[in-house]
């Protein structure tokens, strides 16, 4: 299986800014798209933001022209810069990653979830 390791999460302000980053590990693994999804108490879990294999971007309307989503893949690693945060931002932040894992003929589907980082933004 694959590995997710979050941080960058915290406390801020409102107007604030934080990043946060996601790293994948394991063995014998392709990532097709990494995501960040975000729960708030008492709230369903939510989609924020993807990145696919080939660069292409998805933000969800509420965070539109605040977040942005990017990666390093030499480092396996995801990353959401978010800006002018609000109260309503706050929320466990969760890192997904879907892609294939396995070795030679034996490749399998895999859909690994990161353990979550708290962002909490204050007035």
């Known amino acids: 299986q694959v590995q997710l390791a979050e941080s960058g999460g915290g406390l801020v302000q409102f107007g604030g800014s934080l990043r946060l980053s996601c790293a994948a590990s394991?063995?014998?693994?392709?990532?097709?798209?990494m995501g960040w999804y975000r729960q708030a108490p008492g709230k369903e879990r939510e989609l924020v933001a993807t990145?696919?294999?080939?660069?292409?971007?998805t933000a969800a309307d509420s965070v539109k022209g605040r977040f942005t989503i990017s990666r390093d893949n030499a480092k396996n690693t995801v990353y959401l810069q978010m800006n002018s945060l609000k109260p309503e931002d706050t929320a466990v932040y969760y890192c997904?990653?879907?892609?294939?894992?396995?070795?030679?003929?034996?490749?399998?589907?895999?859909?690994?979830w990161g353990q979550g980082t708290q962002v909490t933004v204050s007035s």
């Open positions: 394991g063995s014998s693994f392709r990532i097709n798209a």
């Open positions: 997904n990653a879907q892609g294939l894992h396995g070795s030679g003929f034996k490749w399998s589907i895999f859909n690994s």
């Open positions: 990145i696919f294999s080939d660069g292409t971007t």
